[in-house]
């Protein structure tokens, strides 16, 4: 009780309006389709008249296209507006904030893993409202944010400013691990016996259970409700070795801190909702294109955010009964081609080899494809040296079908592949 009366008492001085869209969102979480449909419509109305009122970038694209919100019928007439990316909104920073008066605005930084660090102001209800959202995925698993938990996340390793972030963790009942040494995991382990959930990022979650997995800890000594895995993918494997430690699966939550929270997944149908009161999502050739329909003090409209995804057919009807579109996967970021001798290739395509390896022949690998020079590349694979004798053979039969002899690859069994300092890429390169 008095953790949730702390947690409330800091949710009214710094987000007024969290409770109020939490419980909008409890009530929203079961409306029929054409309710949501509806909702979603008229809010995007009102979020793009906006926009033109007080973003002098977006006054002057709709006036240039003759957009007029107002008019709007359909959210297919979104399409008449240009799609935008992290260059343009870097580039037209200053026009695109908005010149309203808000009451309130919080800095905001993007990560930079795509090599561009993108600043910006969040106003208080479109914070509130990203709050609101994962608060409604967690009670999904009956989690409330103020209840003990374990969190795997970044961290500053300036000690004045780690100080300051262990005082607020433990406001917000909450510990992390600061070092990824064996004697501070095994103390993050011992911690999360009490913890009613562990959240963060999906390659952290599996090192804690693999550690747990390889140290004979039981199961039955962890009483979880929730293990939530964001920012990066999560790869069948780690499945397999959460699993093991906890009894759990891993539970998605899909977004960004420019697009909000897109996507949270539900604990009956193991599906991703879209949280489509908040957002709105177009698919463009197997890319996800976002608009964040919060984001009034920073319009983010029709943004290309960088994934493959994959979307459920549209008369899917989900196990737990929400009428929420569906996203059945999140394939992997839109990123640079691999250069082969006389062709180029998107990195997705590794993607698919590893995935034809695990459907075909039922052996999930865990990898980094890492190329410096045109013509090659590194194939890192987290599993042991046992293995290679058997799969190589299976890797390369794949590979071939994709590259060809176009590439020649090298392949090394047994690589740690997270440095704990970023988030874990699939695929990395240094040709420009």
């Not at 440095?419 to 890429?425: C, Y």
Request: aromatic fraction near 14%; proline fraction near 4%.
């Amino acid at each position: 009780m008095l953790r949730k009366l702390i947690y409330e008492a800091g949710a009214r001085m710094r987000n007024p309006s969290l409770m109020e869209q939490f419980d909008f969102l409890k009530k929203s979480d079961r409306w029929e389709r054409a309710q949501l449909d509806y909702y979603q419509l008229e809010k995007m109305k009102s979020f793009l008249k906006f926009a033109y009122l007080y973003s002098p970038f977006y006054r002057t694209m709709f006036k240039e296209i003759g957009f007029v919100p107002s008019q709007m019928t359909s959210l297919k007439e979104m399409k008449a507006l240009p799609i935008t990316d992290k260059s343009v909104l870097i580039q037209h920073n200053r026009e695109i904030q908005s010149i309203y008066p808000f009451d309130k605005l919080r800095r905001s930084e993007t990560s930079g893993s795509s090599g561009q660090p993108l600043l910006f102001y969040r106003d208080e209800e479109w914070d509130s409202g990203h709050r609101a959202a994962v608060m409604r995925g967690m009670s999904w698993y009956g989690v409330m944010p103020w209840e003990r938990n374990g969190y795997l996340w970044g961290y500053n390793v300036d000690k004045r400013k780690r100080f300051n972030t262990r005082i607020l963790d433990e406001l917000c009942n909450r510990f992390r691990m600061f070092s990824y040494a064996p004697v501070d995991i095994e103390r993050f382990c011992h911690r999360l016996k009490k913890a009613s959930y562990l959240s963060g990022y999906s390659s952290m979650i599996y090192e804690v259970a693999k550690y747990i997995n390889e140290h004979g800890v039981t199961m039955s000594d962890y009483h979880l409700k929730m293990i939530k895995a964001t920012s990066e993918k999560i790869y069948p494997n780690y499945r397999q070795e959460v699993w093991q430690a906890f009894g759990l699966d891993c539970t998605s939550e899909y977004g960004a801190a420019e697009a909000g929270i897109i996507a949270f997944e539900c604990p009956e149908g193991k599906n991703m909702h879209i949280c489509m009161e908040n957002v709105y999502v177009e698919d463009e050739e197997g890319e996800i294109i976002v608009t964040n329909m919060l984001s009034r003090s920073f319009p983010i409209i029709r943004y290309r955010l960088g994934d493959y995804v994959t979307f459920a057919d549209a008369g899917y009807e989900c196990p737990c009964g929400r009428q929420h579109p569906v996203i059945v996967d999140v394939c992997g970021r839109v990123g640079k081609n691999v250069i082969g001798k006389t062709g180029k290739y998107p990195s997705l395509t590794f993607y698919y080899v590893f995935k034809n390896v695990a459907l075909n022949d039922g052996c999930v690998l865990n990898y980094q494809a890492r190329q410096e020079e045109v013509g090659k590349v590194i194939i890192n694979i987290e599993q042991p040296l046992t293995y290679a004798e058997k799969m190589t053979p299976l890797v390369r039969r794949e590979l071939e079908k994709y590259f060809k002899d176009d590439i020649e690859f090298t392949i090394r069994w047994g690589v740690k592949l997270h440095t704990h300092k970023e988030k874990l890429k699939d695929f990395i390169t240094t040709i420009d």
